[in-house]
């Protein structure tokens, strides 16, 4: 397997690199880039962005005239909103967002700082996107840990169970509840769950807002613990319902596919406990599927699966960033981010690969060419 994984980390470069080169040409194609959103906030008498763009350029570009407007000026701009501003004035704000290069320049040397994790500062929030990833980081990793784990200890044990008594009553219900959890976003059960917990009309049980209470800092370890979990209950409860179905599913047919198998008619006709062959045979086969998905589960709830959650909740992580990036065009924090989780997601996917191999040694990718 070392040969295999040494070809794996080698492939990531590429890898990484297309998906780099994609996304940075679909967002530059795309309209309403910082320039132009700089512009409009100008347009707009927007006065901390004019004081801002002003005072990196030193002051008052044309000199003599306005920076917003430069009387007499026919030249035609290549930004939506900014004729009749100083051509000047928008060199400066170009100078400014690094748009005064080339895209092709501008990508070699974004990617040059990547490759030593040097991914700038926001263009709006005046912050370096490490700082801003590592203050939403606690948000997104509780959300998408507690979440990952009470899936995982919900749908394996109801999927054994479910495959164990196929076609029971208790199958029967427990898919009518797997069904109601699949065809449920997640954020309707969020906004149930504030209705009837959290002071919306019936219980005033859970908190509304944030990750911890106001008195965070002034309370014992053991309180700031139970604080903690206090806030965590409503968001990962809402995330879990709407996340199981397909696990547990998933969990269920796999093991209904071993069951058949010829070698649990042996090992029963052997003799064996229903409990050995089980959990003894079947369940090792059968959960190599599901066990070598944690990684990548854990990163797609983690980084995508958040974001109305984090908004109803107002829980200021991750997917609440990505998506204020794109709004406002804030490249820095949009491909600072997608670098680095991209480059964590094409690793987990290795880890992955690797915990087949070591939940079946039988795997083994090296000798399948792979």
Known sequence: MLAYSLRRLLLIVPTLFGIMVVNFIIVQAAPGGPVEQAIAKLQGLDVEATARVSG???????????????????????????????????????????????AHERFMLMMNNYVRFDFGDSFFRDRSVIDLVIDKMPVSISLGLWTTLLVYMISIPLGVAKAVRDGSRFDIWSSAVVIIGNAVPSFLFAILLIVVFAGGRYFDWFPLRGLTSDNFDSLSNLGKVTDYFWHMVLPVLSMVIGGFAGLTMLTKNSFLDEINKQYVITARSKGLTENRVLYGHVFRNAMLIVVAGFPGAFVGILFTGALLTEIIFSLDGLGLLGFEAAINRDYPVMFGTLYFFTLLGLLLNLLGDLMYHFIDPRIDFEKRGA
């Open 56 to 102: 990196a350029s030193g002051g008052e570009v044309s000199g003599t005239k306005s920076p917003a407007r430069a009387g007499g000026s026919s030249q035609q701009s290549k930004y939506r909103g900014a004729q009749g501003l100083d051509p000047e004035f928008i060199k400066e704000i170009e100078r400014q967002f690094g748009f005064d290069k080339p």
